[in-house]
């Protein structure tokens, strides 16, 4: 098992107002299919405390349902996803030599360096029965989707894409195997609480 957290920073606070069977239902549902990757959103204002749930959703879901990886990548743009795909690599046992070749290159052409990346750690990632990566801070959404495993696709085996983000109007319409939840109104922490230990 491995559970690689980086960089993260905010406080647990303030969850949707959303009935948290609702809640439950819809990322249940984002998560049904056992062979493709889902996808999930969580937006709201700075500080309410989308990264904090992200993670104790998924510490409860991977008590409850055997996830094996959970890796938490800084995405508020390329620089910090290639530092945190990086060391990811380490993480993964990926050669210190192509690490070391990478960072030296990733200045001159970071998203290539970015993509390559992602194929080495894609190769590790898929040994893994269930896995969840968390893309935490996003200011560009159609910028770092493509650095990640995308929505649907069968190559990465089981696993879910959690992104926070601050701008929830970019998140894509509902569609199957993609959920999003806006926590810009509050809900009381016990509440809170609550909601995660029924999901």
């Not at 390559?116 to 990632?125: E, F, S």
Request: glycine share 6%.
């Amino acid at each position: 098992r491995g559970h690689y957290s980086l960089n993260l920073r905010r406080p647990f606070c303030i969850l949707s107002s959303e009935p948290s069977h609702e809640v439950i239902r819809h990322l249940q549902d984002a998560t049904h299919d056992q062979q493709t990757v889902s996808t999930a959103y969580i937006s709201g204002t700075p500080g309410c405390g989308k990264t904090r749930l992200g993670q104790e959703f998924f510490a409860t879901k991977r008590d409850i349902d055997g996830l094996t990886f959970v890796a938490t990548l800084n995405t508020e743009g390329i620089e910090t996803i290639a530092t945190s795909y990086i060391t990811l690599g380490k993480h993964q046992g990926i050669t210190r030599y192509s690490l070391k070749k990478l960072e030296t290159s990733r200045r001159e052409s970071p998203s290539e360096k970015i993509q390559y990346l992602k194929l080495l750690i894609l190769k590790k990632v898929r040994k893994f029965s269930k896995w969840l990566i968390i893309a935490d801070n996003v200011i560009a959404l159609s910028v770092v989707r493509s650095f990640l495993p995308q929505t649907s696709s069968e190559e990465w085996g089981h696993g879910q894409v959690l992104f926070t983000t601050l701008n929830g109007s970019s998140i894509p319409c509902n569609t199957k195997h993609t959920y999003h939840e806006s926590f810009s109104q509050g809900m009381e922490e016990d509440e809170a609480v609550n909601l995660l230990k029924c999901i």
